[in-house]
Nanobody
Framework: QVQLVESGGGLVQPGGSLRLSCAASGIVFSVYSMAWYRQAPGKQRELVARIRSGGSTIYADSVKGRFTISRDNAKNTVYLQMNSLKPEDAAVYYC?????????WGQGTQVTVSS
């Protein structure tokens, strides 16, 4: 059974930082492309960052220079370090694992950015 379990969300003030984690089980983690998506109320789910099995990364323009995605294949975990958070970063953040026709989602973790 495949599970992606996100953690690390919460309430943070503008300008603050959070680190999200996504622990995967039931997959050969190292071969999967891992990503973080987010969905704010009334908006479509959007890609935030992706890290491929080889380690290459891509970021949404809105988070470049502020967010960093990384992975630890030994721990089957992908991270999203979020710095200089803005109110517009508030959303439910979802972890995604992708490999050919296999695609899995976590349950999401809420990030709230407010003073």
């Amino acid at each position: 059974q495949v599970q992606l379990v996100e953690s690390g969300g919460g309430l943070v003030q503008p300008g603050g930082s959070l680190r999200l984690s996504c622990a995967a089980s039931g997959i050969v983690f190292s071969v999967y492309s891992m990503a973080w998506y987010r969905q704010a109320p009334g908006k479509q789910r959007e890609l935030v960052a992706r890290i491929r099995s080889g380690g290459s990364t891509i970021y949404a323009d809105s988070v470049k220079g502020r967010f960093t995605i990384s992975r630890d294949n030994a721990k089957n975990t992908v991270y999203l370090q979020m710095n200089s958070l803005k109110p517009e970063d508030a959303a439910v953040y979802y972890c995604n694992a992708d490999w050919f026709t296999d695609n899995y989602w976590g349950q999401g973790t809420q990030v709230t950015v407010s003073s």
